[in-house]
C-alpha cells in the first residue's frame, strides 16, 4: 500500500456515485465494486451510466494478469461480466458475501438476495453465456 493511502482512508462502497468523469470514454455515472482487496488494492468495478445501465467493467492489472492470455484487457465490454464472474468467482462472492456489502442494499438494487444471485442455477447461467461469447 502506498504511503498516499492507508487502510483507514480507503472507503470502500459497493454503490459509487461519480462527481466528475472518469478515465473511460464511458458516460459513467455510477460504479458498483464487486470486488477489492484492501492489502493488493486489487479490484473489479462495473460501470454504469446515468439510467444504471453497464457501460462495462474495469479490473486491477494484477488480476487481468490472472486471466487466459487471450482475454487481457483493461475495459470489459457488459456482456462479457459472465467471464468475469466465473473467473473471480470464489473472490467476487467473497466480497459481496462480507461486512462490506449490505444486504439490503444488495437486494434493493439487484431484487434478488445475495443468495440467489451466486446460486447454482446462477452460476449455471453464466457458464452458458460464456458459451455465446
Avoid at 462495473?46 to 453497464?54: A, G, M, R, S
Avoid at 464472474?85 to 467476487?92: D, H
Amino acid at each position: 500500500m502506498s504511503k498516499k493511502t492507508s487502510q483507514r482512508d480507503l472507503q470502500i462502497t459497493f454503490i459509487h456515485q461519480f462527481k466528475r468523469a472518469t478515465r473511460s470514454e464511458w458516460p459513467d455515472k455510477f460504479r458498483l465494486c464487486w470486488y477489492f482487496n484492501t492489502e493488493t488494492l486489487d479490484y473489479i468495478y462495473e460501470h454504469k451510466d446515468e439510467k444504471f445501465v453497464t457501460n462495462g467493467f474495469v479490473l486491477s492489472d494484477a488480476l487481468n494478469k490472472r486471466l487466459p492470455e487471450e482475454f487481457r484487457k483493461k475495459y470489459f465490454e457488459p456482456h462479457e461480466r459472465c467471464l468475469l464472474f466465473l473467473i473471480f468467482e470464489l473472490q467476487i462472492v467473497d466480497f459481496i458475501n462480507s461486512d462490506k456489502v449490505d444486504d439490503a442494499e444488495f437486494e434493493n438494487v439487484f431484487g434478488v438476495t445475495k443468495t440467489r444471485y451466486f446460486s447454482d442455477e446462477a452460476i449455471n447461467e453464466w457458464t452458458e453465456q460464456i458459451d455465446l461469447l
